[in-house]
């Protein structure tokens, strides 16, 4: 995760928020692991959306690692996955993101009420790979890419397609219901991706064409290959830091996770 370049221009913070989480321990018969990431708007009616991204994933890492504890979490995703779980997570950020409010003393820009979920508004991505499947959830902009066995980089979920600066976030009003979901069984039959890249926003605009981003995509999964797993976790920041210069300026958070072997 990198700070954006106009950002460090202007003294702004990262807005930016990234968290993985993994458990290998297969005496419990449940092996596992979590990558998401949020972005923050960063808009003068969101000054606290760094704080709201970090709740972000620290949310939906929480819930998806009580699922995937399940003895059966497949079956838990696939029931919960488009109505329950999206509930969960509106309900467990907005009770979050009050409570920090709560415990600091705060100024709120003078045309809003002096508590707003918008003060904390941020975007989340999440992608869980366990043993059996590949579940994605994602609201708001940012992308989650899939490297192929053929190495090739494709979608996981469709990019939300926006007018301007406009994107679904957690801080919308039954919010819940534009937070997109996937499962994605893993039945031996079917050609299991060897990489997975959830990035925010900031990367992908540093791209004139969609096509050059999910080259990039394709590219870290051959370095990954190539050079290890250090080298690639080594650059990225720099590979990054470079990307936000020459391209968007935004802040650019990317959390992978790779197949082994």
């Given at each position: 995760?990198?700070?954006?370049?106009?950002?460090?221009?202007?003294?702004?913070?990262?807005?930016?928020?990234?968290?993985?989480?993994?458990?290998?321990?297969?005496?419990?018969?449940?092996?596992?692991?979590?990558?998401?990431?949020?972005?923050?708007?960063?808009?003068?009616?969101?000054?606290?959306?760094?704080?709201?991204?970090?709740?972000?994933?620290?949310?939906?890492?929480?819930?998806?690692?009580?699922?995937?504890?399940?003895p059966d979490p497949k079956e838990m995703l696939a029931a919960q996955k488009d109505i329950r779980l999206p509930r969960q997570i509106e309900a467990r950020w907005k009770e979050t993101v009050h409570k920090m409010y709560l415990e600091q003393e705060v100024e709120t820009p003078d045309d809003m009420p002096p508590f707003s979920y918008e003060l904390y508004g941020s975007t989340l991505l999440a992608l869980a790979a366990a043993s059996g499947f590949i579940f994605a959830l994602q609201i708001g902009d940012?992308?989650?890419?899939?490297?192929?066995?053929?190495?090739?980089?494709?979608?996981?979920?469709?990019?939300?397609?926006?007018?301007?600066?406009?994107?679904?976030?957690?801080?919308?009003?039954?919010?819940?219901?534009?937070?997109?979901?996937?499962?994605?069984?893993?039945?031996?039959?079917?050609?299991?991706?060897?990489?997975?890249?959830?990035?925010?926003?900031?990367?992908?605009?540093?791209?004139?064409?969609?096509?050059?981003?999910?080259?990039?995509?394709?590219?870290?999964?051959?370095?990954?290959?190539?050079?290890?797993?250090?080298?690639?976790?080594?650059?990225?920041?720099?590979?990054?830091?470079?990307?936000?210069?020459?391209?968007?300026?935004?802040?650019?958070?990317?959390?992978?996770?790779?197949?082994?072997?």
């Amino acid at each position: 995760m990198v700070q954006g370049a106009t950002h460090i221009r202007q003294d702004k913070i990262c807005q930016d928020a990234l968290l993985l989480c993994e458990n290998g321990n297969a005496s419990d018969g449940q092996v596992f692991s979590i990558a998401c990431v949020a972005d923050g708007h960063g808009s003068d009616r969101c000054p606290f959306s760094d704080q709201g991204a970090k709740a972000a994933v620290l949310v939906a890492t929480d819930i998806l690692k009580d699922l995937l504890m399940n003895p059966d979490p497949k079956e838990m995703l696939a029931a919960q996955k488009d109505i329950r779980l999206p509930r969960q997570i509106e309900a467990r950020w907005k009770e979050t993101v009050h409570k920090m409010y709560l415990e600091q003393e705060v100024e709120t820009p003078d045309d809003m009420p002096p508590f707003s979920y918008e003060l904390y508004g941020s975007t989340l991505l999440a992608l869980a790979a366990a043993s059996g499947f590949i579940f994605a959830l994602q609201i708001g902009d940012g992308d989650i890419v899939a490297i192929e066995p053929d190495g090739l980089a494709r979608w996981l979920l469709p990019p939300c397609d926006h007018a301007g600066n406009e994107t679904e976030s957690l801080c919308m009003d039954e919010c819940w219901k534009y937070i997109r979901t996937q499962l994605i069984p893993i039945d031996g039959e079917s050609p299991v991706p060897l990489m997975f890249l959830l990035s925010t926003d900031g990367y992908a605009n540093s791209f004139v064409e969609s096509a050059g981003f999910l080259k990039v995509g394709a590219d870290i999964y051959r370095m990954w290959r190539e050079h290890g797993r250090d080298y690639v976790q080594e650059n990225l920041p720099a590979w990054l830091s470079q990307t936000t210069t020459d391209g968007s300026g935004d802040d650019i958070a990317v959390a992978i996770l790779a197949k082994e072997g």
